[in-house]
C-alpha cells in the first residue's frame, strides 16, 4: 500500500508537471533575482547566500503543500484511503515522501547550481546540498499537517502559512546556519546535526498528527 501510494502519486504529478515546474520555476527565479539586483559584490553575495537560498527553498515548498491532500479530498479518493485497512499514518507518510519526491529534491538539485552565482566555494556548496537534504523533509512533513489542518477550507494558503512558517523557523536556522558558517570558515557539523535531530523528530511525531488532523477535517 506504502508503495502504491508513492506511485500514484508520482504519476499524477508526472501528469500535472506544470504545477511542478511552477514550484521549481519559482525557486530559481527568486534566488536569481538578489544576484541581479545586488550586483556582483562578492562579499556581500556570499553573505546573503545562506538566508536567500533557504528562504526561498521555504516559500516554494509552501507552494506545494495545497497538492498534498487537495486533489484526493476533492475528488473522495482520500476518504476511500481513510478506510483502507492501512495505518493513515502510513499513507500520510507515503503521501509526503511523494510530494517531497517531486517538490523538494528538483530544488535540492538546483541549488549548487544556483549557489554559483553566489560565488560560493565547492564545499560550501556540498554543505548547503546536504542541509537541503536534511532540511527539505522537514518542511514536507510539517506542512502537511497544516495541509491536513485547512482541508477543503476558504483561504486556505494564507492559514497555511500561518500554521506553518513560525515551525518552519527552526530548520531555517539550522539550515542557514550551516551555510553562514562554512561561509565564514567555521564548522557546519553541529548545524547539520541539529537538522538531523529535527527531521527524526518530525518524522517520529508528524506522520500522527497529520493523521488526527485528516480525522478531524474529513469529518
Do not use: C, H
Amino acid at each position: 500500500m506504502f508503495r502504491w501510494v508513492v506511485w500514484r502519486d508520482l504519476l499524477l504529478a508526472w501528469r500535472r508537471r506544470s504545477d511542478v515546474l511552477a514550484t521549481l520555476f519559482f525557486f530559481i527565479i527568486v534566488v536569481s533575482l538578489f544576484p541581479l539586483g545586488i550586483g556582483p559584490e562578492q562579499q556581500l553575495l556570499r553573505t546573503i547566500a545562506p538566508g536567500v537560498v533557504w528562504v526561498a527553498a521555504l516559500l516554494a515548498s509552501m507552494l506545494a503543500l495545497g497538492r498534498t491532500f487537495g486533489n484526493d479530498y476533492q475528488d473522495g479518493t482520500l476518504e476511500q484511503l481513510m478506510l483502507t485497512p492501512q495505518p493513515l499514518y502510513l499513507i500520510v507518510l507515503a503521501k509526503v515522501l511523494a510530494q517531497w519526491l517531486v517538490s523538494e529534491v528538483p530544488l535540492v538539485l538546483v541549488a549548487p547550481v544556483l549557489g554559483l552565482q553566489f560565488g560560493l566555494s565547492q564545499n560550501t556548496l556540498a554543505v548547503m546540498t546536504v542541509s537541503l537534504l536534511l532540511g527539505t523533509p522537514v518542511l514536507s512533513l510539517v506542512g502537511s499537517i497544516g495541509a491536513a489542518l485547512t482541508l477543503g477550507l476558504r483561504s486556505a494558503n494564507v492559514l497555511v502559512a500561518l500554521l506553518v512558517l513560525p515551525l518552519y523557523i527552526p530548520v531555517l536556522i539550522f539550515g542557514a546556519g550551516a551555510i553562514e558558517a562554512t561561509v565564514s570558515g567555521a564548522e557546519a557539523q553541529p548545524y547539520l546535526l541539529l537538522l538531523g535531530a529535527t527531521l527524526v523528530l518530525a518524522l517520529t511525531l508528524a506522520p500522527w498528527a497529520t493523521a488526527a488532523a485528516l480525522r478531524i477535517s474529513v469529518e
